[in-house]
T-cell receptor, first 113, second 114 residues
């Protein structure tokens, strides 16, 4: 079955510390991978996406993600978080032939001052 | 207005009420989506429209009725809802209906059913 797993419901990180949010997927076709962020009271905004090529992709707001096919993972990273990064982060998987994205349940990022 | 807008932002309704949610996209996109977002659950795709034609209805109860009069506007008509329908309802749009197209989201309507 197709699925996306974000193992961490909540993560708490100190401001200035590094961040890694995990995403694992199970998908039959070659995946298109996305990370979206949802700030409080807002809709979802695309951070970055991976379709093909270089497995390390750069996104907005200083985020990057690495696609590891052997581990079926697409983890999101940031070297130094800011208080404004407090939000909920969603991983999603799609395919050229299927417009329906499979979504993870989200990881809520809490920033400690 | 830019992007995707949704009105109202908050809605409280009784189980016997009829109300409508409105979504408008100012991006010139051809595909529009309704999602339901509940706490700690993945987004649930409800309906999809492509060039005003409905292409997906993910087994959504008939108390939810979508309408897409043109490629820029999308409505969700609500009637005789249940308390478990309380959630954040998100509208999204994309240039094309394809898995590699970025979806642009509105801020959502927070619905509470009493």
């Amino acid at each position: 079955a197709q699925s996306v797993t974000q193992p961490d419901i909540h993560i708490t990180v100190s401001e200035g510390a590094s961040l890694e949010l995990r995403c694992n997927y199970s998908y039959g076709a070659t995946p298109y991978l996305f990370w979206y962020v949802q700030s409080p009271g807002q809709g979802l905004q695309l951070l970055l996406k991976y379709f093909s090529g270089d497995t390390l992709v750069q996104g907005i707001k200083g985020f990057e993600a690495e696609f590891k096919r052997s581990q079926s993972s697409f983890n999101l990273r940031k070297p130094s978080v800011h208080w404004s990064d407090a939000a909920e982060y969603f991983c999603a998987v799609g395919a050229e032939s299927n417009y329906q994205l499979i979504w993870g349940a989200g990881t809520k990022l809490i920033i400690k001052p | 207005e830019t992007g995707v807008t949704q009105t109202p932002r908050h809605l409280v309704m009784g189980m016997t009420n009829k109300k409508s949610l409105k979504c408008e996209q100012h991006l010139g996109h051809n595909a529009m989506y309704w999602y339901k977002q509940s706490a700690k659950k993945p987004l649930e795709l409800m309906f999809v429209y492509n060039f005003k034609e409905q292409t997906e209805n993910n087994s959504v109860p008939s108390r939810f009725s979508p309408e897409c009069p043109n490629s820029s506007h999308l409505f969700l008509h609500l009637h005789t809802l249940q308390p478990e329908d309380s959630a954040l309802y998100l509208c999204a749009s994309s240039r094309r209906l394809a898995g590699n197209n970025e979806q642009f989201f509105g801020p959502g309507t927070r619905l509470t059913v009493l």
